[in-house]
């Protein structure tokens, strides 16, 4: 069931990318729309809000500024649409069109790398959305190469690894412990 919701929301996604991508001018930005946490490990449910951004090509500080603040509104044309078509809005905010998930890639990098570092529990959190991306749309080498430096940095930090590890474990107890009508619905 998840898998058909998924594919269901990755071709509307597609087809609301394209004909958004028909009204700007965005042909010289490369970007690659990212499908993020259950939307991108294909795990969609029925009430499964949006959870997205996008990674582009661009080079440092003011350029980088520049086409994010291109693609925003290209982004948030999508989000909406998205959720007209009963795909809710983040009520986390994780979605392209919000401009701290509208990331070059090395702002991507730099975030990684930062919750990497210090895997403090907001970092975990994020790392159990973040990390489970995909590329939906555009330019697939850049989240390639984003989930390649990812897989680099994590494996030469085993105190990371332990406490996802962790954190996992006391989610799957809760999870054995609590009747199936009390537990709350984690779809990040």
Not at 35 to 44: I, K, P, V
Not at 129 to 146: Q, S
């Amino acid at each position: 069931m998840t898998r058909i919701v998924s594919t269901l929301n990755d071709r509307l996604t597609e087809r609301l990318i394209e004909l958004g991508l028909a009204r700007p001018d965005l042909g010289d930005i490369d970007f690659c729309w990212i499908a993020l946490g259950s939307e991108g490990r294909l795990e969609l449910t029925l009430c499964t809000d949006q959870d997205n951004g996008i990674i582009f090509d661009a080079g440092q500080g003011v350029e980088a500024e520049r086409q994010r603040q291109r693609l925003l509104p290209f982004a948030q044309a999508v989000n909406a649409t998205l959720h007209e078509c009963s795909f809710p809005l983040c009520s986390g905010g994780i979605m392209a069109g919000n401009p701290e998930w509208c990331l070059s890639m090395d702002e991507w990098q730099k975030k990684f790398s930062s919750w990497l570092r210090v895997p403090e529990p907001e970092a975990l959190l994020s790392a159990s959305i973040f990390f489970d991306l995909r590329p939906l749309w555009g330019d697939t080498h850049l989240a390639d190469k984003l989930l390649a430096g990812l897989a680099d940095g994590a494996d030469s930090n085993s105190r990371f690894l332990h406490l996802m590890t962790e954190n996992a474990m006391q989610r799957h107890r809760r999870d054995q412990t609590t009747p199936p009508n009390k537990r709350r619905n984690f779809d990040a």
